[in-house]
């Protein structure tokens, strides 16, 4: 939920209007007050909200351009403010994982891959679908709210006793939770943790580890180009700074340049660099791998993941490894290739097993089916768009039944939203929707899905850019001969619909929402067996386009909707779609 303040520039009257009269009425679906454990896990959570950078205050810093290494020596600082050395995080056996694309997919094959060893798992990861607990995991399950509750107060009230005047004793929020991990792994006596980088590599606040057993680097691409440079090149430079001394590394495929600069930073820093093979060739020497998530780039992520398992293995020693079948045997791109061998029993299963939500997810119910997946870079969206067809052509309905197609989108910071939405296009929707990473208008909610790193005027206009994107790439795709831009009215009427569409020359029709729930509540049309909100909020089907748009559904014997854009607003949509991810 973002902060509700009022800040709705004076230009938006009718938005700002409807936006606060649909507060007042929205009431959260379940309806029911917080247990009191409950709520003493939401008090930390909403005091760990706290230290969220405030919008404008990280604008300024941002223009300010603060030096990096001193952001890494302050985390090391805090880290000895609460009670460790960076030595101790040694014990953890870490396997440090960094990338543009698929990071989190890849930790979380190695994860459940090592625990199918009888390894006990610790597992650190951002962002957080539905709750903040889900980024710490031990032995692939959320800590419970109680740990959670625990651990957060022991390590906020020992931070707390540096507060001075310049009141800096809190590191932000990223920075806190990471702190909390190691202490959370190291109490807990994981037997190895999988930590997944925040933000680059080189000066990300998990870099602090000297000592990883190994490190991965996922595929590479534009992404944060405010924080890591605007070149592939730039950002290689920056994942590569993960690289240590002696320590095994392992990368995929890569294009030329970016591969050639994580080359050179691996000899720089001394670290043994290895390029994994395909999967292919570990099933041509063992047999067919089936995967838990789905997608053909997630074959790119499993193979690294094998990898980083095997070497985690063979480093520690441990007794079931595979057997070589074909060691390092040439030189490619100069890089030595990564050992070709025979997946084990423990790692088949452990690649068949793995669940990573928010990633090439899909929920059936009723006539609604849900493809859930966070892409939020030219090459995720570019992949997710091939698992989406992929997926349509399987369920293509025989029957001869009417079918509508939706895309729900929402995209942040730097990105270059109208560059995603160009590729999306070619899945020819029938409908666009656009609505901020907002579950619901009201600010009574869970304090997991808080965010005060930006304003609800941001939010709000972002998404009328992102329709203004979208209906300029239908009109040039329907005319050749347009030559002039087009620029929708930001103030047209609507109610929880801040701004209908203007007159479209092609099938897709655009819709722009409030919140999540509003949009979701048109979406279903009360046809979700379990998203079933008590009651609906007025004026959802004021302008035309909505409400003819809400006949077509109620009729169609398939709907198909598609979520990406944002791993937040995945978050937000499995929050309300899946009660039990909020337990």
């Known amino acids: 939920m973002m902060k509700s303040t009022r800040c709705l520039p004076v230009s938006w009257p009718v938005a700002e209007k409807f936006w606060w009269e649909a507060a007042m009425e929205w009431k959260d679906p379940s309806g029911s007050a917080y247990e009191a454990k409950t709520a003493s896990f939401q008090d930390a959570v909403r005091t760990l909200n706290t230290l969220q950078t405030n919008a404008s205050y990280l604008e300024q810093v941002k223009r300010q351009r603060s030096d990096p290494q001193a952001q890494l020596e302050a985390m090391e600082m805090y880290l000895a403010r609460s009670g460790l050395q960076v030595e101790d995080l040694n014990r953890l056996n870490i396997i440090h994982v960094t990338g543009t694309k698929g990071k989190g997919s890849t930790c979380a094959f190695t994860e459940r891959i090592l625990r199918n060893y009888g390894l006990k798992t610790g597992f650190f990861s951002s962002p957080h679908m539905v709750q903040v607990r889900e980024r710490i995991r031990i032995n692939g399950k959320p800590i419970s709210p109680e740990l959670f509750t625990k651990h957060f107060w022991c390590l906020y009230n020992q931070l707390e006793e540096f507060k001075d005047d310049s009141h800096v004793s809190m590191p932000s929020y990223f920075r806190f939770l990471t702190l909390m991990a190691f202490h959370v792994f190291l109490q807990e006596k994981v037997d190895l943790a999988v930590v997944e980088v925040g933000i680059g590599g080189a000066f990300d606040c998990t870099n602090i580890i000297r000592k990883p057993v190994v490190c991965g680097v996922s595929s590479l691409g534009i992404d944060h180009t405010s924080l890591l440079g605007d070149t592939v090149e730039k950002i290689a430079w920056q994942k590569g700074g993960i690289f240590k001394p002696g320590v095994p590394a392992f990368t995929v495929v890569q294009p030329e340049g970016p591969l050639a600069v994580l080359r050179d930073r691996a000899q720089q820093i001394a670290c043994p660099l290895y390029l994994c093979p395909p999967l292919e060739a570990l099933e041509e020497v063992g047999l067919p791998l089936s995967l838990g998530l789905e997608g053909a780039h997630q074959r790119s992520n499993a193979a690294l993941a094998l990898q980083l398992a095997h070497c985690w293995l063979e480093r520690q020693d441990h007794q079931d490894i595979p057997e070589l079948k074909v060691s390092r045997p040439s030189i490619r791109w100069q890089l030595p290739l990564a050992p070709v061998f025979r997946p084990t029993p423990h790692m088949r299963r452990g690649l068949r097993d793995t669940v990573w939500p928010g990633r090439t997810q899909i ?69 666009a929707v656009f609505c901020p990473n907002v579950t619901e208008v009201s600010s009574i909610g869970n304090a997991d899905q808080q965010n005060f790193t930006v304003t609800l005027d941001q939010v709000l206009l972002r998404c009328l850019q992102h329709q203004q994107h979208w209906n300029c790439l239908a009109e040039k795709q329907a005319s050749s001969n347009l030559w002039s831009s087009c620029s929708p009215d930001p103030a047209g009427p609507g109610s929880l619909l801040l701004a209908p569409h203007p007159p479209q020359p092609t099938r897709t029709s655009s819709l722009v929402f409030s919140c999540i729930s509003h949009a979701l509540l048109w979406i279903s049309q009360g046809r979700d067996p379990i998203f079933q909100p008590q ?36 978050g937000g949509v499995l929050k309300l779609l899946d009660p039990a991810m909020s337990q």
């Open 535 to 570: 009651s609906l909020p007025r004026n959802l089907l004021n302008h035309p386009t909505a409400n003819s748009g809400a006949s077509i559904l109620r009729e169609a014997a398939a709907i198909h909707v598609l979520v990406t854009g944002s791993l937040h607003l995945v």
């Open 363 to 431: 929920l059936q119910r009723g006539p609604l089916t849900w493809y859930l997946d966070g892409a939020h870079t030219t090459s995720s969206v570019q992949a997710c768009v091939h698992w989406y067809r992929q997926s349509l052509e399987r369920s293509k309905r025989t029957d001869g039944g009417s079918e509508v197609h939706i895309l729900l989108f929402n995209s942040t910071g730097d990105r270059d939203s109208a560059a995603l939405l160009k590729l999306l296009q070619p899945c020819q929707f029938d409908y």
